[in-house]
């Protein structure tokens, strides 16, 4: 694609992972006026990706630069994004969105995907996961596998996305996951969101190991005892970090149990 076609526009591996590094990599809706869109940065090494509606994600169909060790699944040797990814590339200028016949989707229609929420993240979700991106962590949805083996027939559930139509799409439902779903537990109005990783070089999807915290999604209350001794039995022994997003401020907190002392 001829880059002033791109520039016309508003602008988002096998199993194993053997990436070369790129020093230029890592560093809403219609309710965002276009004034309040980031402009589109450029980059010289820019991947492609084709979104696929039936399953709420895009299949990475040009992959360059390094920060494909960190971002994406795996599977069937294919990477695929979720749209936190998919915004979070196109507006650091590192990826281009296409649609099913080639066409160059904007960065607003993909603000305008992220605000209807069908794809399992809403603008508050995305603005979590941009500002754990932009402090250099590795984020990826809480539950889903970064890889899976081959033998296993690859499938992925999105909340809340229609079942994929019967046609001729060559990537089929049943050819990508293996009802590996989104385990985005849900609590009264928490939610386990991210597993989030501390910066490093040496990640690796096949074996990312264990996540520094789980990110939860908290609503303007705070959780209730209850709540939060279920989300932490659903999170495996991983620390909790609960994140509350409003009007575009990102703020986090933690709880910790303490014992009063009895008084006489």
């Avoid at 993909?110 to 500002?131: D, I, M, Q, R, T």
Wanted: proline share 6%; with cysteine.
């Amino acid at each position: 694609m001829e880059a002033d076609k791109w520039a016309s526009f508003s602008e988002g591996t096998s199993d194993s992972e053997g990436y070369g590094e790129d020093p230029d990599d890592d560093d809403h809706c219609c309710a965002y006026a276009s004034t309040d869109i980031p402009k589109l940065q450029f980059r010289k090494d820019i991947s492609r990706s084709r979104w696929l509606d039936p399953l709420g994600l895009a299949e990475v169909v040009e992959r360059k630069g390094g920060l494909w060790t960190t971002t994406g699944i795996v599977r069937n040797g294919k990477i695929y994004c979720f749209i936190e990814e998919i915004l979070y590339l196109a507006e650091i200028g590192a990826l281009h969105l296409l649609s099913k016949d080639d066409t160059p989707l904007t960065l607003e229609h993909v603000y305008n995907k992220v605000a209807e929420g069908k794809s399992g993240c809403s603008l508050e979700y995305y603005e979590a996961y941009k500002h754990l991106k932009s402090l250099g962590y590795i984020v990826g949805r809480h539950g889903i596998p970064w890889s899976v083996r081959r033998s296993k027939a690859n499938c992925i559930v999105i909340q809340d996305t229609p079942e994929p139509a019967q046609s001729g799409d060559k990537e089929s439902r049943n050819s990508i996951l293996i009802s590996e779903m989104i385990n985005n537990m849900q609590i009264g109005g928490l939610r386990l969101a991210f597993d989030v990783y501390p910066p490093n070089s040496r990640f690796r999807k096949s074996a990312p190991g264990d996540p520094c915290f789980v990110l939860c999604l908290a609503s303007e209350y705070p959780p209730s005892k209850e709540e939060i001794e279920d989300l932490e039995r659903h999170s495996h022994g991983i620390p909790l970090i609960f994140c509350l997003v409003e009007h575009g401020r990102v703020s986090f907190f933690s709880f910790n149990k303490v014992e009063l002392p009895v008084l006489p």
